[in-house]
């Protein structure tokens, strides 16, 4: 068995942590020494570029990730491998907000929603797609005019934001994605862009720089790409690691038991 020193670049969210502690499992039982490389969404793209990580987990394509792809592939070829998940970017209202008063985008500009809705956008780090789509979107759809506000912050300020409002029922928008642990709790509701500005279903991938290849055997290559998740296997598995507090890569390692690669 090979013992080649691995470096897995990994996004630093937590579901992006849950997806790469699977593939982490899988490379490891391959028989490599797998060093995971945590990292803001653009620097995790630049340590692939300059080779101080030979994987990246996980690449959202084409929307969200593809600029940064692309700059990387002005240096070396990239090879996708496996389908971890479809993830999309979306705004979504808690369900008691009721859909006959907030529906699409434009119905926060509403005069009676206005009235009752927090102003108040908190979102994620600035290089994120969501956060990327967000910021167009209170330009394109007149929010900022209206007197909203998107805010950039960590996770936690994001994901506390929508809980602290959920828990005095108070009307909110939150900038969000599936998978996302948040899902596994709350209902929260989808709202419609009729103008697109949130970009597409993505494919989540492993990317592997075509310099590294040659450190695997087809059988190996064939496995990473047979990797399929989902965004509720995600989401639950997130909710576990950062609600339930259970660790990590135990976690990941009970489902991958359960679950066995095909």
Not at 129 to 152: C, P, Q, W
Not at 210 to 218: G, H, M, S, V
Request: net charge negative; glycine share 6%; hydrophobic share 40%.
């Amino acid at each position: 068995m090979s013992s080649t020193h691995l470096k897995l670049g990994v996004t630093d969210l937590s579901f992006h942590h849950v997806t790469a502690s699977l593939v982490s499992h899988v490379l490891t039982d391959m028989g490599f020494n797998v060093e995971r490389v945590y990292a803001p969404h653009q620097d995790n793209f630049k340590n692939l570029k300059s080779g101080e990580v030979d994987l990246l987990a996980s690449a959202w394509l084409p929307s969200s990730h593809g600029i940064y792809k692309a700059d990387v592939e002005q240096v070396i070829p990239l090879i996708e491998l496996g389908l971890h998940y479809k993830p999309y970017a979306h705004w979504g209202v808690p369900d008691y907000v009721p859909q006959s008063a907030v529906n699409e985008i434009s119905d926060l500009l509403k005069p009676n929603v206005l009235a009752k809705m927090q102003k108040t956008i908190q979102g994620i780090n600035a290089g994120a797609g969501i956060t990327r789509f967000s910021i167009n979107m209170m330009k394109e759809y007149g929010l900022s005019s209206a007197g909203y506000e998107f805010f950039t912050g960590t996770e936690n300020d994001c994901f506390s934001a929508f809980e602290n409002a959920v828990a005095t029922q108070t009307w909110c928008v939150v900038p969000l994605w599936k998978p996302q642990f948040l899902h596994y709790r709350h209902s929260i509701r989808e709202l419609e862009d009729p103008q697109g500005l949130l970009g597409s279903v993505d494919r989540a991938v492993l990317l592997l720089r075509e310099d590294k290849q040659a450190l695997f055997n087809q059988a190996q290559l064939n496995t990473l790409d047979k990797l399929r998740f989902s965004n509720d296997i995600i989401a639950e598995l997130d909710y576990k690691v950062c609600k339930d507090l259970q660790p990590l890569d135990d976690v990941t390692r009970n489902w991958l038991n359960n679950n066995p690669i095909k």
